[in-house]
């Protein structure tokens, strides 16, 4: 381990094998830091952050403090990184409530600048949030989404896999797997042709998907309807039941086409 002489660690804070703490980091008691991982200058962890391996927090990052919801009552929760993930400068990440127990960032996630992760928040691997991205409590970011800088997610909100969200918007309702979502107010702007293309999905997979949507959001029936339209009309690939499922489990409602 290289810990810089001003940094504070708490001799009850669990750090792996080629650790770097850079000056004047604190890292409090039951924290646990994975192998290899870089703790910049001035970060500050928290009680009850476990980050996994090969972690980098860039300077003034702070992580696993206790949630900005009037409910919490002190009780023991969590905020948990997986490996190889990256958080720049100046984010703060907020451990769970007792409604969850934890808030949980997954695995090779890109969190840039000035980034909020609220209570409770769950996301996937590969997650990239641009700059000044702000979630509240309860939002689900599932795998591979892309978020553009200064958007700001509203609580229970769900963001499905595959997905890209705009810069500088409102994210009041669910946005579905493989889309695009843009405009104010927030709207469908189609599928997410460019990020699917770079991850190696088929011509005939984007074509289903592009055809569950325009059931979707251009057949006039009504949502429940257009599911069961879209089982009835498409082979039942993966992509199709994600989507299918996703919509299903909807409690806030997706983003309207226009």
Same mark, same amino acid.
């Given at each position: 381990?290289?810990?810089?002489?001003?940094?504070?660690?708490?001799?009850?804070? $669990?750090?792996?094998?080629g650790?770097?703490?850079?000056? /004047?980091?604190?890292?409090e008691?039951?924290v646990?830091?994975?192998?290899?991982?870089?703790i910049g200058?001035?970060?500050?962890?928290?009680?009850g952050?476990?980050?996994?391996?090969?972690?980098k927090?860039?300077?003034?990052?702070?992580?696993g403090?206790?949630? $900005?919801?009037?409910? /919490?009552?002190?009780?023991?929760t969590?905020?948990?990184?997986?490996?190889?993930?990256?958080?720049?400068?100046?984010a703060?990440? +907020?451990?769970?409530?007792? /409604?969850?127990?934890?808030?949980?960032?997954?695995?090779? %996630?890109?969190?840039?600048?000035?980034?909020?992760?609220?209570?409770? %928040?769950?996301?996937g691997?590969?997650?990239?949030?641009?700059?000044?991205?702000?979630?509240?409590?309860?939002v689900e970011?599932?795998d591979?989404?892309?978020?553009?800088?200064?958007?700001?997610?509203? $609580?229970?909100?769900?963001i499905?896999? /595959?997905s890209?969200v705009?810069?500088?918007?409102?994210?009041?309702?669910d946005?579905?797997?493989?889309?695009?979502?843009?405009?104010?107010?927030?709207?469908?702007?189609?599928? +997410?042709?460019?990020?699917?293309?770079?991850?190696?999905?088929?011509?005939?997979?984007?074509?289903?998907?592009k055809?569950?949507y325009?059931?979707?959001?251009?057949? +006039?029936l009504?949502?429940?309807?257009?599911?069961?339209?879209v089982?009835?009309?498409? $082979?039942?690939?993966?992509e199709?039941?994600?989507i299918?499922?996703?919509?299903?489990?909807?409690?806030?409602?997706?983003?309207?086409?226009?």
């Open positions: 381990m290289d810990i810089h002489p001003t940094a504070i660690v708490h001799p009850d804070a $669990q750090l792996g094998e650790v770097h703490v850079g000056p /004047y980091a604190v890292i008691a039951d646990v830091v994975g192998e290899a991982c870089e200058p001035h970060v500050y962890l928290d009680s952050t476990r980050l996994g391996k090969r972690v927090i860039y300077k003034g990052a702070v992580l403090t206790a949630p $900005q919801d009037l409910k /919490y009552t002190g009780e023991k969590y905020l948990e990184v997986g490996d190889d993930t990256t958080i720049r400068e100046f703060t990440l +907020n451990r769970g409530t007792d /409604y969850r127990g934890k808030t949980v960032v997954g695995k090779h %996630c890109f969190l840039m600048a000035y980034v909020h992760v609220a209570h409770d %928040c769950l996301l691997d590969h997650v990239i949030l641009s700059n000044g991205v702000n979630m509240a409590g309860h970011i599932q591979h989404v892309g978020i553009g800088g200064l958007t700001a997610i509203h $609580q229970f909100v769900r499905g896999t /595959y890209f705009g810069g500088g918007l409102r994210v009041t309702k946005v579905p797997p493989y889309v695009l979502a843009m405009g104010e107010p927030i709207r469908y702007g189609g599928t +997410n042709v460019v990020g699917l293309k770079r991850k190696g999905f088929s011509s005939r997979v984007m074509r289903d998907i055809r569950a325009t059931i979707i959001y251009r057949s +006039n009504l949502l429940k309807e257009a599911v069961k339209e089982e009835s009309r498409l $082979q039942p690939s993966p199709i039941r994600v299918v499922d996703f919509i299903r489990k909807s409690e806030r409602g997706i983003i309207p086409l226009r």
